[in-house]
Nanobody, 124 residues
Framework: HVQLVESGGGSVQEGGSLRLSCAAP????????MAWFRQAPGKEREGVAAIDAEGTATYADSVKGRYTVSLDSAKKTLYLQMNNLTADDTAMYYC???????????????????WGQGTQVTVS
């Protein structure tokens, strides 16, 4: 099984920034789609950003212009830069990896096979 380990969460004031990391040792970013999801208490898990094997990124409307997803293949790490955070961004954030994920499903949780344990982001 592929191990995904998130880090970088924490507490920040509204308007602040955080950068999440997802370590994926032994993983090939050229064969999988990588994504970030989040889940707030009482809400369904939702996709926020994803990047496919060709490097094409897609974002949820709620984070466009504020979040940036990127890969460092040498470090086997996925990142999520989050700027201008609001209280609505408070959630547990998860890294996920999927094999042959269609572009139309890059933000759909069911399309992904492997998940990390999550890192909490709290904005107040």
């Amino acid at each position: 099984h592929v191990q995904l380990v998130e880090s970088g969460g924490g507490s920040v004031q509204e308007g602040g920034s955080l950068r999440l990391s997802c370590a994926a040792p032994g993983y090939s970013f050229t064969t999988h789609c990588m994504a970030w999801f989040r889940q707030a208490p009482g809400k369904e898990r939702e996709g926020v950003a994803a990047i496919d094997a060709e490097g094409t990124a897609t974002y949820a409307d709620s984070v466009k212009g504020r979040y940036t997803v990127s890969l460092d293949s040498a470090k086997k790490t996925l990142y999520l830069q989050m700027n201008n955070l609001t209280a609505d961004d408070t959630a547990m954030y998860y890294c996920a990896a999927g094999w042959t994920v269609p572009n139309s499903r890059m933000l759909v949780p069911a399309a992904f096979d492997h998940w990390g344990q999550g890192t909490q982001v709290t904005v107040s």
